[in-house]
């Protein structure tokens, strides 16, 4: 039976999305926000006013550990979904109290990415190209981005966390890593402190050569990878919602939410391919290494 209830903490754009999809699968949610408008304050009052299940933290990147922090100390035993990425940089933990602690990496519940998790069965690629930009001035209507909390260092943000989702599912189909390399950085173009473009060149496990291209200024939208194996070469476009193998397309739905809904019942059931901590590490590693190869122009090896 799911939990019945739910605790979410942040209520910027994505924890406010989380709530509402937690609600429409008919937990009981409450919110907490420390700039006001969620229903408590703090963790400590959100888990002091009953029976707590899920909690999800849903803050700006560089406050996940803090969140953490305060679940533990309120002896929280419940799951827990953090958002992606796990951390603003790799730091040693403690070993946390809760029963399940999850990554939201959502993508691996899309219904394009899900298809084309069957379709490869864990086969090894010969070339993987995977490819994701989008204009940040698009990503929040209304608000100015460089008032986010995306456009700062100190808040965790940048090409490489805001849009990890690349190198979580890379290393879902085919790592884990083995080096890499790296070029960009701040361009400028959308007055950001932070890496506005990257490239990554890596080996994987399963994979000859990695191409990934990740940027937050792409006019028109794309998030597309494409891969080459002995026989087949494959396309998988998740904006347009199709898988293509030999150039053949089929067509998926993909309603706005429901890689969200995914997500949430596979962290609340324990079933189907949630991020788990130790993947999500894995995820934060090699941000970490990419932008060690950025900084040193050189290869960063496992």
């Not at 560089?62 to 827990?80: C, I, K, M, Q, S």
């Not at 086969?123 to 989008?134: E, L």
């Not at 608000?143 to 849009?163: M, Y």
């Amino acid at each position: 039976m799911s939990p019945a209830s739910a605790v979410v903490v942040g209520l910027g754009s994505i924890g406010t999305r989380h709530a509402r999809v937690l609600c429409d699968l008919g937990l009981s949610v409450a919110t907490v926000s420390r700039r006001g408008g969620g229903n408590h304050g703090s963790i400590g009052e959100a888990l002091s006013r009953g029976q707590v299940d899920y909690v999800v933290i849903a803050t700006e990147t560089a406050r996940h550990v803090e969140a953490l922090r305060e679940l533990a100390n309120a002896d929280f035993r419940g799951t827990v979904l953090v958002e992606k990425p796990m951390l603003a940089r790799p730091e040693p933990l403690p070993a946390f109290p809760f029963a399940k602690l999850f990554v939201a990496y959502n993508l691996r519940f899309h219904p394009v990415m899900a298809a084309l998790a069957r379709h490869l069965e864990g086969r090894p690629a010969i070339t993987v190209s995977a490819y994701v930009g989008q204009d940040i001035r698009d990503w929040r209507p209304g608000r100015d981005h460089r008032a986010t909390a995306s456009s700062t260092v100190d808040a965790g943000g940048g090409v490489l966390r805001d849009l990890s989702h690349e190198l979580d599912y890379l290393l879902w189909l085919f790592g884990p890593w083995q080096r890499v390399a790296a070029l960009g950085g701040a361009s400028g173009a959308r007055d950001l402190e932070v890496d506005d473009h990257l490239a990554l060149l890596m080996e994987m496990a399963r994979a000859q050569v990695v191409q990934v291209h990740l940027d937050y200024l792409d006019r028109a939208g794309l998030r597309r990878i494409r891969i080459n194996l002995s026989d087949e070469t494959v396309e998988a476009d998740l904006v347009g919602g199709s898988l293509s193998i030999n150039g053949v397309a089929t067509q998926y739905a993909n309603e706005r939410d429901v890689s969200y809904r995914a997500m949430h019942l596979a962290a609340l059931s324990g079933n189907g391919p949630v991020c788990s901590f130790t993947e999500g590490m894995a995820v934060m590693d090699l941000i970490d290494a990419s932008e060690r190869a950025l900084h040193s122009r050189s290869w960063i090896s496992a």
